[in-house]
């Protein structure tokens, strides 16, 4: 079973990397440059934990420690990160410096969970009250920057400020289900421009032109683990777990034959639409862990192993006794207005890289091998 090589393909992506130039982080190596602080390096060292969290294997812990403590100073800056370039994407790889701080002891993790908190506090905000997805983006929500700030958000509210945003974070979910979900599939958009001016906006609904399975993964995963942060009796909160459960049940109704699912998940079988490994690996992962603590019913987690077991017989190969893992689409995004190719058409989907062994997908993937040793362990 494939599940048995997958071990070996983290140690070795980890064998492969330095604190520096870390393999899984392909944008970088592409421009030459060396690891920073970004929400790419933030999945991976998460999904790292996952695995020291179900296997007690030591080298996964020493190397997330030595990794983000690099980059991390005693009294809590962090090299690397800047905070006012106001880029949601940079609050990721915080999510972190909680559990290091729970697993190591080390105060300089809860110091900087302060450093990234003092991002979201100067966040600008749509006229509907959510923030903006990054400074270069104004007035635009996109359905990754839930994922990337909503969970730490939340932790930080629980462990540090008393709950006293709860409502806040409630409401940025609930103003994204309000102006970005498709009654007719269930399905969420890709991004939303609250003030119609952009180029990739239609001009009544602000709404980007389609469905895209990568940020309804993260949109998905942003659910989940907000869910299960959050308090349960907290006012809204059952508002939010129904949330979660229909857009799974949504997403279900795309799932393909193989268990994955499509870059365009609606539009199965169009020309150059392919079944894709990060958004499937984040479903698999979605569904396993959502089925186990209660969230979805326990019969949902057999199709986030069929999910699982389906990239791994398309996309987990070996060559020379390397393994590699492909079907990774690089990146996707909308505009900016110097970048107008990124216009949210469907065409523009298939025109991404499609690459092998990025975070992205890596991440993810490893999450879901994480839910896979729960259910056999």
């Known amino acids: 079973m494939a599940i048995e090589i997958v071990e070996k393909y983290g140690r070795g ?88 701080y729970d697993l190591t002891g080390k105060e300089k993790y809860a110091k900087a969970t302060k450093t990234i908190y003092s991002q979201i506090l100067e966040m600008p905000r749509t006229k509907e009250g959510n923030f903006w997805h990054k400074n270069i983006y104004p007035h635009q929500v996109w359905l990754d920057g839930l994922y990337m700030a909503q969970p730490f958000y939340m932790e930080y509210e629980k462990r540090f400020n008393d709950k006293k945003n709860y409502n806040d974070i409630y409401a940025q979910f609930f103003n994204v289900e309000k102006n970005m979900r498709d009654s007719e599939t269930g399905l969420y958009y890709h991004a939303y421009d ?38 349960a009796g907290t006012p809204d909160y059952e508002h939010l777990a129904k949330m979660y459960k229909d857009l799974i049940d949504a997403m279900l109704k795309y799932q393909s034959p193989e268990g994955m699912w499509y870059q365009v998940p609606n539009f199965p079988g169009r020309e150059k639409n392919y079944l894709e490994t990060s958004g499937s690996a984040i479903m698999a992962f979605c569904l396993m862990k959502g089925a186990r603590l209660g969230y979805l019913p326990k ?12 990239i791994c017989d398309k996309y987990l190969t070996t060559v020379d006794g390397e393994m ?23 065409e523009y989907y298939m025109t991404e890289p499609i690459v092998k062994d990025d975070a992205k997908g890596t991440g993810p993937f490893l999450f879901a091998y994480a839910e896979m040793c729960r259910i056999e362990g």
Not at 300 to 308: D, E, I, N
Not at 328 to 346: E, N, V
């Open 13 to 100: 992506l980890i064998d492969r990397s330095t604190l520096d130039e870390p393999v899984w982080n392909i944008e970088k190596i592409r421009a030459g440059k060396k690891a920073t602080w970004d929400y790419i390096d933030g999945c991976m060292i998460m999904a790292f934990l996952e695995l020291y969290k179900v296997s007690g294997d030591e080298k996964y812990l020493k190397f997330s420690d030595e990794y983000i403590g690099y980059r991390v100073e005693e009294d809590g800056t962090i090299r690397g990160y800047d905070k006012d370039e106001l880029n949601l994407d940079n609050i990721n790889e915080g999510k972190n410096l909680f559990t290091l």
């Open 194 to 231: 609250s003030e119609r001016k952009m180029f990739w906006a239609d001009s009544e609904t602000g709404l980007s032109k389609n469905f895209w399975l990568r940020s309804l993964g993260w949109f998905s995963m942003a659910l989940l683990d907000t869910l299960i942060i959050a308090d």
């Open 299 to 310: 019969e949902y987690s057999a199709y986030g192993v069929k999910a699982f077991n389906g």
């Open 324 to 346: 590699s893992l492909g079907g990774i689409c690089l990146m996707a995004g909308l505009g900016p207005d110097d970048k107008k190719w990124r216009d949210g058409t469907y």
